[in-house]
């Protein structure tokens, strides 16, 4: 199986590095033109992943046609473009392994929503999990969800994919993996907060149990399955993403919580925090749904400015309730 990577970001180059892995080809594309260069010449992604040597098996090209040639396709673009370079992708009946992690704006949909719309015949998997791309691409061990409602494809992509340093584990929850991996970048951003607020542990770790609530609430409203988001691509994508500042999301947050504008820290940014594109369109989401996320609500009021002290004061003032999802 001949794998493509749509994207060639931090995430996309580490995911290509993993299928590179046994000096397999690796096709990846970029959309940026000095990437493409110095994957092909130096075999390293200077803009992206700069302190990496990559696999000189990886390929990188700009035209999205050559992708053609795989046999799947990683889809590894943030979440607000799957659909516009999906549409320009040759996909046909090729599986399309989505790895970003968000809700697309004005739509609402979920990423594999936005690719079912645009390739309805091209099967659909979602790899997700706990994985910092520095990490993953230095060959840290690393475990991540597979979900994939294919028996038989999702066999043949997990075995694939794995590596020594890399394990997939099978669910043919796909709702679920996708919930768990675009929610947690929100709450991301409010541990951030805590962290530059300097409201302390006991609060990041309140916000972490509270917000898996959150996610449990929505995922399940949509379909997801309990076990899922309390696996890897739910509570221990959470957990690592909302205890460092490897984190964007969470560095996002420490940037917020030290009474710095979202507009100034998100400006002529090259890299991708999700959460701030998510927030919104999850609480628009979740109120369509009828469920309470009120601290992805207060992350949406602190994106929009609001002062940290005023939001927190919300939060800890709401009616006394029940613990449980
Ligand atoms: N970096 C990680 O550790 C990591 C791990 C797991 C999942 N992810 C997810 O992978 C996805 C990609 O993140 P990343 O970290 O690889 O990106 P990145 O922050 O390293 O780089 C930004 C990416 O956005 C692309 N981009 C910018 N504008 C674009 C446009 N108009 N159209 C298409 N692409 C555009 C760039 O080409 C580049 O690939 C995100 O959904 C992210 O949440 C990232
Ligand atoms: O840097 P972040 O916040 O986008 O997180 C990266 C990965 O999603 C962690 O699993």
Not at 40 to 63: C, V
Not at 74 to 97: K, Y
Not at 102 to 127: C, D, K, M, Y
Request: with cysteine; proline share 4%; charged share 20%.
């Amino acid at each position: 199986m001949r794998i493509g990577v749509i994207g060639g970001g931090a995430w996309g180059t580490a995911l290509a590095q993993v299928a590179a892995h046994g000096d397999r080809d690796v096709l990846l594309w970029a959309r940026e033109a000095e990437v493409v260069a110095s994957v092909n010449a130096d075999h390293r992604n200077h803009l992206f992943l700069s302190d990496i040597d990559l696999s000189p098996t990886i390929r990188a090209t700009g035209d999205l046609a050559d992708l053609a040639a795989c046999d799947a396709l990683l889809v590894v673009a943030p979440a607000q473009h799957v659909g516009a370079v999906l549409a320009a992708t040759p996909v046909g009946t090729r599986p399309l392994v989505l790895c970003a992690k968000g809700i697309e704006a004005g739509s609402r949909r979920l990423v594999g929503e936005v690719a079912r719309a645009v390739h309805p015949q091209a099967p659909i998997a979602v790899l997700s999990g706990p994985t910092f791309a520095h990490e993953v691409a230095r060959g840290l061990p690393t475990a991540v969800t597979l979900a994939c409602e294919d028996d038989v494809l999702r066999t043949a992509l997990s075995e694939r994919l794995a590596a020594p340093h890399f394990r997939p584990y099978a669910s043919s929850d796909v709702t679920g993996a996708e919930i768990g991996g675009a929610v947690k970048n929100v709450l991301a951003i409010g541990c951030g907060v805590v962290e530059g607020a300097g409201l302390g542990q006991n609060a990041r770790a309140a916000l972490i149990a509270r917000g898996f609530a959150e996610m449990t609430r929505f995922g399940l409203a949509r379909g997801a399955r309990a076990e899922t988001l309390a696996g890897l691509s739910g509570l221990g994508d959470l957990v690592l993403t909302c205890s460092s500042t490897s984190s964007r999301n969470f560095s996002l947050g420490v940037g917020l919580g030290r009474g710095e504008a979202a507009t100034a820290l998100l400006a002529d940014r090259r890299t991708v925090a999700e959460g701030a594109f998510t927030a919104p369109v999850l609480r628009q989401a979740a109120a369509e749904a009828g469920v309470d996320m009120p601290v992805c609500d207060a992350v949406c009021h602190l994106l929009e400015g609001a002062a940290v002290s005023d939001v927190i004061g919300t939060l800890l003032a709401r009616p006394l309730r029940e613990e449980g999802v």
